[in-house]
């Protein structure tokens, strides 16, 4: 079968079994083209509380399905590719925050939706990098522990002056690989284009933006923008997108750097999206109802507030 052809049959299957494809920005333009819902980690996350069918098939990483579960227990749950995992969701254990907890007491806190679930249990309210400035503002109470992406945390921090944060060490390893050097040696190149990037970048790369945003917001912000040259500071598949949605605009795309690729967004295939409509692949989520519970509780928090 050619691409084309798999995606045809994708698409008969997905019909006949009722079934959602929820596909995160990162993911391969062929799986894009398959799906019922493309977005960011927010976006995905409204889609499943919402979606109408038997089974939900979550293209993207393992933190992404258990959201998924939590908000859908009652469907069937299929992560796309079972070792697709964030390195970022297992930086910080339970009994470490337990800790950190009684290290600081009479703070919120606020967890990166990137955790896991048992840590999910742990916390307040989540946020992602969509939803983060306007949850963490409307949060009554002015002292924050904001776990795990300290990036993404010290980015909500400038704007949010009025609120006193603790960070705890961490944060994503793909985005991290971007320097104020990539941006110099880039900009170089491209003297004109304007530089979007995710929070997740270093503070130092993030104050050198023309536009930070989630990846959803950086895309919308291209298409939007009167602008004709961009940079992007995120996962490189971005860059492929926008071109694809910006066909005929004259508008161009550089990536910041050659190397900020996720391998757990790239795990997932064509090949593994078809084994999962036929039923043969991917993974169930599972999980206890205390645990789903006990997790649900700082999603939909987050879903109330943002
Ligand atoms: P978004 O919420 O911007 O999609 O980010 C998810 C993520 O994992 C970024 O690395
Ligand atoms: Fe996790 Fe970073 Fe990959 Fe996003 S890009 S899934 S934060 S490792």
């Not at 995710?198 to 993030?206: M, Q, Y």
């Not at 989630?214 to 500071?233: N, Q, R, V, Y």
């Not at 492929?240 to 550089?254: A, D």
Request: proline residues 3%; hydrophobic residues 40%; charged residues 25%.
């Amino acid at each position: 079968m050619n691409t084309r052809e798999l995606q045809d049959e994708i698409n008969r299957l997905k019909k006949e079994k009722n079934i959602c494809i929820l596909v995160h920005a990162y993911q391969n333009h062929d799986i894009w083209e398959v799906a019922d819902y493309v977005g960011d980690s927010f976006g995905l996350s409204q889609k499943a509380a919402q979606a109408d069918a038997d089974t939900i098939i979550m293209c993207g990483v393992r933190f992404m399905a258990e959201t998924v579960k939590m908000l859908a227990p009652e469907k069937k749950v299929i992560l796309s590719n079972a070792i697709a995992g964030c390195p970022m969701a297992e930086q910080i254990s339970v009994e470490e925050i337990q800790e950190l907890k009684k290290q600081y007491p009479g703070h919120t806190v606020v967890a990166y939706v990137n955790t896991t679930a048992a840590l999910k249990t742990q916390c307040d309210v989540c946020v992602t990098s969509s939803s983060a400035v306007k949850v963490v503002k409307a949060i009554p109470n002015d002292k924050i522990l904001f776990i795990p992406d300290c990036n993404l945390g010290s980015w909500v921090e400038k704007q949010v002056p009025e609120k006193k944060f603790v960070f705890v060490k961490g944060g994503c390893p793909v985005h991290l690989s971007m320097s104020t050097n990539h941006v110099k040696l880039v900009k170089e190149q491209h003297p004109n284009a304007l530089l979007l990037v995710h929070p997740e970048c270093h503070a130092e790369v993030t104050a050198m933006a023309d536009f930070v945003g989630s990846t959803t917001e950086i895309m919308s912000f291209a298409k939007k923008s009167d602008a004709k040259e961009f940079i992007i500071g995120t996962e490189n598949s971005i860059v492929q997108h926008l071109q694809f949605e910006c066909m005929g605009s004259g508008k161009r795309f550089f990536p910041l750097s050659k190397t900020c690729i996720c391998q757990n967004m790239k795990l997932t295939t064509l090949g593994d999206v078809y084994e999962c409509v036929q039923g043969i692949g991917g993974e169930e989520i599972t999980m206890t109802e205390e645990m789903r519970l006990a997790a649900k509780r700082s999603i939909d928090e987050m879903l109330k507030l943002g």
